[in-house]
């Protein structure tokens, strides 16, 4: 195998230790980080399943751990789905599918999963970890009995209530660090047999899992906040080449496709990443459309819609998004908007 690719669903990049997170363990994801490139600024498109990277299908298995899986196998590839049936345990039926996949005969190893997605599976003892940890922030709050909230439900949500924010995110910190160490044992499988030596590895998300940020729990009816579109991307080259870098340039899920085509010598149309990678290129774009929102240096705006107002955000300034500057910046409003409904080749000399 040339490419492995791992994409975990439902996770934004700031859950994550190599993107500033102090208070989540993720040790796998530290270690991957230090022997990878790392992306700060990637972006979803649109935030979504990740099938955009079905033009270089053809060339791979596909292990499938969706928790909703489609009927037909997309870009004719060797599918492998897991089994719920086989084992109790979700991991080792991920673990399970990525052996048997192993004993294929592909360039690309496609591995999508929706275990960031609700339902969760976490142990208790990480949770009340976290749920101790953040005990003090709430008052009259008993971290010590708090149950874990191992499925939400998605819909509005009440910035008020204290309680319960903390502890959806510290079960969802749960889900994190419980991941983490699945990977830990997938990484020594393909370490084991020398694909730490061979193949590039890619680790991304296709979206992430709104937990109440801006009012809304789940995708669903948010918008294109950070908590959404804001995802990690880690590419590890074989023997760690471009170790421990870090590219500022804004890139975005539609790339990969063109990177991987490029890693596997396929002749693919569009933007490559690897330039950014290899040649120390500092861009590739100087904005980044995300549905009807933009990201520029300055910027973070989200276009007006039938029921909402635009808003807009300085960058990088406001992480979190929480102080909307539209009725602030009307003309900064009107030219961003005027760029989301342009050509596409237009957004790529904004400044």
Sequence with gaps: MKVILIVANGLN???????????????????????SVVFDRHYANDPGSSGLWNACLRHAVFVDDRKSKPEETPGGCRLIRTNPVASANPSANLLAAI????????????????????????????????????????????????????????????????????????????????????????????????????ATWIVTSGYGWPLGEHGIIGP?????????????????????????RRVSAFTQPADLGHTIGELLGLNLAGQSLLPLITNHSRTIREACRIGPSLRTDEWAFLAATSDRPPRLYLKPDDIWEANDLAARHPDECDRLASLLTSDPGKIDAVR
């Design 99 to 198: 052996q048997e996949a192993l004993l294929e005969t592909a360039d690309l190893l496609y591995i999508e999963t929706d275990r960031l997605v609700p339902p969760w599976d976490f142990d208790f003892e990480s949770y009340q970890q976290y749920a101790t940890a953040s005990g003090g922030f709430v008052e009259d709050r008993d971290a010590e009995s708090e149950e874990p909230l191992d499925s939400p439900t998605p819909g509005p949500f009440d910035l008020k209530d204290h309680a319960l924010w903390h502890r959806l995110h510290n079960s969802f910190a749960a889900a994190v660090t419980s991941f983490d160490a699945e990977l830990q044992v997938i990484f020594d499988r393909f370490r084991a047999r020398g694909l730490d030596r061979s």
């Design 13 to 35: 990049c700031h859950w994550l230790g190599p993107y500033g997170n102090e208070w989540v363990l993720t040790p796998s994801f530290d270690r991957l980080a230090s022997e």
């Design 220 to 244: 669903g009816g948010s918008r294109e906040h950070e908590e959404l579109v804001h995802l990690p991307l880690i590419v590890r080259l074989p023997e760690g080449g471009e170790a421990m």
